[in-house]
């Protein structure tokens, strides 16, 4: 099974950046698609971005697009989060997720695997 681990998650003032990482062991993280949703006090998680187990295809909430960029390392077994440009709405944990599958996926019901989340918070 795997296990994940988010980091990098922190208190940012509107504009800035913060960089996630999701830190993953057991079975080979290069064979899984992974995501990241987050969930804002009172709301639904919802979807931020996907990327493919082999890093060509990456898709992203209308929400972010042009300000987060995806990412993975497949060989520290790793993903990322480049959050830029940073606003208050942007508030939320975040979650990492991966699913046994080479295809990315906004929803969060065909993921397999989630990390405990880390917090961003982003003030005026």
């Known amino acids: 099974q795997v296990q994940l681990v988010e980091s990098g998650g922190g208190l940012v003032q509107t504009g800035g950046s913060l960089r996630l990482s999701c830190a993953a062991s057991g079975r080979t993280f290069s064979s899984y698609a992974m995501g990241w949703f987050r969930q804002a006090p009172g709301k639904e998680r919802e979807f931020v971005a996907t990327i493919t187990w082999t890093g060509g295809s990456t898709y992203y909430a209308d929400s972010v697009k042009g300000r987060f960029t995806i990412s993975r390392d497949n060989a520290k077994n790793t993903g990322y989060l480049q959050m830029n440009n940073l606003k208050p709405e942007d508030t939320a944990v975040y979650y990492c997720?991966?699913?046994?599958?080479?295809?990315?996926?906004?929803?969060?019901?065909?993921?397999?695997?989630w990390g405990q989340g880390t917090q961003v918070t982003v003030t005026v």
């Open positions: 997720a991966a699913r046994r599958s080479p295809m990315a996926s906004w929803s969060q019901n065909l993921y397999d695997y």
